[in-house]
């Protein structure tokens, strides 16, 4: 992925891998691609997950993540229903846990999809 190979430093091109392997293992069904210039991955259409660089480090949000119950996802969007962590290095990811993210990812959805046509409101999605 270009977007990991891009980063300045091998320590965040190394979270950047570990985090796209385990997206990749465990959202096989989903679509992943750079999105607003970072990866994101998608559930028909949807943005669940995705990371990025920011100053405090590799910043692994969930759009749907507020609603995860996770207290370690502390980092909350003011506007919108995500939650997120950031990473610093390699030893701070524990796969347990980020699983058990991703599964309540595909589970735990608020419509961003359509969030223009709704004029900025949220929907939950029922997901069956």
């Known amino acids: ?9 091998e320590k965040e091109k ?6 796209a392997h385990l997206m990749d293992t465990h ?4 679509e992943s691609k750079i999105w607003h210039a970072h ?15 920011q100053k405090s480090g590799i ?12 207290p370690a996802l502390n980092v909350r969007g ?4 995500d939650a997120s962590i950031f990473f610093n290095s390699v030893s701070e990811i ?8 991703l599964q309540k990812s595909e589970t735990i959805q608020w419509d ?9 409101e949220l929907e939950r999605l029922k997901i069956v």
């Not at 990866?39 to 660089?53: L, M």
């Open 59 to 70: 910043r692994f949000m969930f759009w749907s993540g507020a609603d995860f119950d996770e």
């Open 27 to 30: 959202l096989t069904f989903t």
């Open 94 to 101: 524990k796969a347990e846990d980020v699983q058990r993210w």
């Open 14 to 19: 190394a979270i950047g891998h570990q985090l």
């Open 1 to 9: 992925m270009n977007y990991i190979e891009n980063l300045s430093e």
């Open 112 to 120: 961003y999809k359509n969030i223009v046509k709704r004029k900025g």
């Open 78 to 81: 003011e506007k919108f229903k």
């Open 39 to 53: 990866p994101v991955w998608f559930i028909n259409g949807n943005p669940i997950v995705g990371f990025s660089k």
